[in-house]
């Protein structure tokens, strides 16, 4: 759904593009032509597509758990199993998304909030 436009951009579920209007349902440049979004997908396709998953970057979860009196826990938490010490260090991976189970299920199991955590 087109929440409204601003300063030339148009914001559609959050998501803000550089078409200058919207007619109909259907965004047109500048000059009047209908653009396609994202490799031609309509305006409605657009919309109905989920949000992009947000990554927080592991040294700020490493900044709240020590806020939070947690890094200890979490840190013997995530040696117990190889493979998610391995994932936690590896460095290709700088962040996790904010939505991910296991995450969720580590931090509830050590008693951190993560609402907070991954905020």
Do not use: C
């Not at 490799?39 to 396709?45: I, S």
């Not at 970057?57 to 938490?77: C, D, M, T, Y």
């Amino acid at each position: 759904m087109i929440r409204g436009t601003l300063d030339g951009y148009v914001a559609i579920e959050g998501k803000l593009n550089t078409f200058r209007r919207e007619q109909a349902g259907k965004l047109l440049d500048t000059d009047g032509y209908e653009v396609g979004i994202h490799n031609g997908m309509t305006l409605a396709e657009y919309a109905a597509m989920p949000p992009p998953r947000r990554l927080v970057p592991k040294s700020v979860i490493i900044a709240r758990l020590q806020e939070a009196g947690k890094l200890a826990a979490a840190s013997a938490a995530i040696n117990v199993d190889l493979y998610v010490r391995e994932r936690w260090y590896a460095p290709d991976r700088p962040a996790i998304y904010a939505d991910d189970p296991e995450a969720l299920a580590l931090l509830t199991a050590i008693g951190a909030d993560p609402k907070v955590i991954l905020a």
